[in-house]
């Protein structure tokens, strides 16, 4: 197995900035990240501000992972990476968009998804390279955010560097846009095709041959970079590892079709708890404890390190030839610390 390249994600529920800043500084003292890759919740820190926060402390290339345009007027997005990108220096700042989770259903309006992203893709690169756009070829985004159909947008400052877009796939739809329209793609584990379960099933495969039909078809011939996000819980204590890989397992089942959860072998009926607890607003606490340990098994790794580390090398041993590996360390409190350690010091140097 060729040698892997880590990137380390981080969501930002309840850490303040300073103190997130200090465990990413700590982390990467620990262990040589590639990338460090920020999660866009808005229930959360803003994404934004941790970025540039990041990006003028530390020492690496910084993305998100991912970003949404449901809640995010396009323009004001493609105005923020650019900003950043003047503080990064030399340094990759990466754009990882998708059409985000069960939550932002629970809120908001989410008109076709693929579409949508496909939008965002186009509007963005185009106002990155200094580019005019033009409001009436993209529609559904006009309407989402009641542009004028006859209105131009350009920014004032483009970026000075390319910025790459990763596309982060679920479903056929998002698989073929990857293909057409992505500096790269982000299969995730959270995923049906991408879980664990859907690798053992043979589903990863066929995702992962679809974004390249798609670009053979399309006669694509740019440089491609192929990214997986791992979900980890990593604990001395088993069972807290795994209650806190059942919460990010929530958002999972949530969002995933009931025809898609049988796919992967999991009972839809159980489903509908979860589903029910976010639209009450109970969380992902709330919702975490419906989650069943096959949901959990399918979607996430959990447990010790000695346990991860055997976890984490079946999964390495398929994505192997990736460009890279994201780790999200599911965990909150005082335990992500620890956890951080124990990824740094006992599961990593197990693949270096």
């Not at 460090?36 to 990041?54: E, K, P, Y």
């Amino acid at each position: 197995m060729s040698k892997i390249r880590f990137g380390l994600e981080f969501a930002m529920p309840e850490y303040p900035i300073p103190y997130w800043v200090d465990m990413v500084t700590s982390s990467l003292e620990l262990f040589d990240f590639e990338q460090v890759w920020v999660s866009d919740n808005i229930q959360s820190r803003n994404v934004f501000v941790g970025l540039t926060a990041m990006a003028q402390k530390l020492n690496s290339a910084l993305g998100t992972a991912v970003t949404i345009p449901y809640p995010r007027n396009p323009i004001d997005m493609a105005s923020a990476f650019a900003s950043i990108s003047e503080l990064i220096g030399n340094r990759e700042l990466a754009i990882g968009i998708g059409p985000g989770g069960h939550f932002y259903k629970t809120i908001g309006k989410m008109p076709k998804p693929a579409i949508t992203v496909r939008e965002a893709v186009k509007i963005m690169r185009a106002l990155l390279n200094g580019e005019v756009v033009r409001f009436e070829d993209f529609p559904t985004l006009s309407s989402l955010f009641n542009l004028k159909v006859s209105g131009r947008g350009k920014l004032e400052f483009p970026a000075k560097k390319k910025i790459p877009i990763f596309v982060a796939v679920g479903g056929p739809l998002m698989l073929k846009a990857a293909g057409e329209l992505g500096d790269g793609v982000i299969y995730c584990m959270l995923t049906p095709a991408g879980s664990i379960a859907g690798i053992e099933r043979g589903l990863f495969k066929e995702a992962v041959r679809t974004v390249e039909e798609t670009r053979k078809r399309a006669g694509i011939s740019r440089s491609f970079r192929r990214i997986y996000l791992v979900h980890i819980s990593i604990s001395k204590d088993e069972a807290s590892a795994k209650y806190f890989a059942k919460r990010h397992v929530s958002y999972a089942v949530a969002e995933t079709p009931d025809p898609w959860l049988m796919k992967i072998g999991l009972n839809p009926d159980h489903a509908q708890d979860i589903r029910e607890a976010y639209n009450e607003g109970l969380g992902m606490d709330g919702a975490g404890k419906a989650v069943t340990d096959d949901m959990s098994d399918a979607f996430a790794i959990a447990g010790t390190p000695r346990q991860c580390v055997e976890k984490l090398d079946k999964i390495l041993k398929v994505v192997s030839s990736f460009d890279q590996v994201i780790l999200d360390i599911a965990t909150v409190g005082q335990e992500m610390p620890r956890a951080l350690k124990l990824l740094a010091t006992e599961v990593l140097p197990s693949f270096v």
